[in-house]
DNA sequence: GGTAGACCTGGACGC
DNA sequence: GCGTCCAGGTCTACC
């Protein structure tokens, strides 16, 4: 099993009121996270309903909880757009509505999940030991979604898809299907909500095509508890069992069962696409058909054992800022939309 | 077990 | 401005 091991996760302090009529939450983090850096390093943060600010460092977005959306503005005060200052600050995040306790908890949860908070730093330091090249910059940890629904809904909308259409799909989920916070920002939307939605419906406003069914059956799985969750989340359900069960879901093949590998904490897996078999060829210099240099990135990472993925995908993603400069630089509307490998 | 072709969308390209 | 081609991962039918 190569999930890490879970600790008791950072807390939030007790909240203060806030201008707008919401509220300031403190919640403390490891001492190595570095906002920019650990929300800048997936793909998703560009992702509706994500929107992060590279001239305020903040992360905004809506949550859902069990009383309603809410917007959350996430930030490390003192810490760097670039760089590594202001590391392991507790992060400042203000609602725009006030929460009672039950759903403050809420909400620290879903941060904690989304900024892999709870991710062990004996972990991530192993990870280091077995690949010394983002030991100064401290890579490790991958931003993902609040909830695993996200994820998984996510997954689907890459798959087979240059990026814009992504961007755009769930652009238009969350803009159609998303309850509004009171400061009229989208939720992505819940597993209820598109699990009551035509596929039709999804096809029409939404651009999701012939996902549409997957989609809606996924949603199905989750509002009605065909996916537990809480299984493939617990670090000692081995590996190989989680992938099983993934298989098995509409939509779901290879790729997107490694890809929910890694957004599950499991990193010995490694979901290989077109993009792995550039990377092969432009940065790794290896010949031959697709298969075969996918067979040599697959041959090239084996070393990286529990960490193949983090290894190699902080690879792919230096190879990016290479062509793009920091990621925690890169604009919404200016990269976001046409971010595709053939145009880097 | 392996393989070919269909499934959709939107960007690129040619006219 | 319009039509055509193409990329992209999963699924199904077929061998």
Redesign the pocket.
Known sequence: VSAAPARAAPGPRRAAPAADGGEVLRIDVPGDFHLPRDVCSYGYFLLEPNHWDPATTTLRRVLSLSDGPVRVLIAQPGATLTGSRGRGRPLRVQTDRPLDAQRRGEARAQIVRMLRLDEDEAHIRAFHRLDGRWRRSGRGRLFRSPTFFEDLVK??T?????W??T???NL?LCRVLGRRAPSGDPEFPTPARLARTRPSTL??RC????????LVELARLVDRGGIDVAWLEDPSTPDEAVLREM?G???????????LMQLLGRYAHL????????HGRLVLGFRGS??EVMRRVRAHFEPFGAHRFRAYWFELWAFYESRRGPSPTWEKARVG??F????L
């Open positions: 997954t689907v890459s798959c087979n898809i240059a814009p259409s961007v755009a799909m238009r096809r029409a651009s999701v095509g012939y996902r549409d069914r997957r298989l879901w509409p939509g779901i093949g290879p790729y997107a069962a490694a890809n979901p290989l696409d077109t993009e792995s078999v550039r697709a298969a939309s046409s595709t490998a053939a145009r």
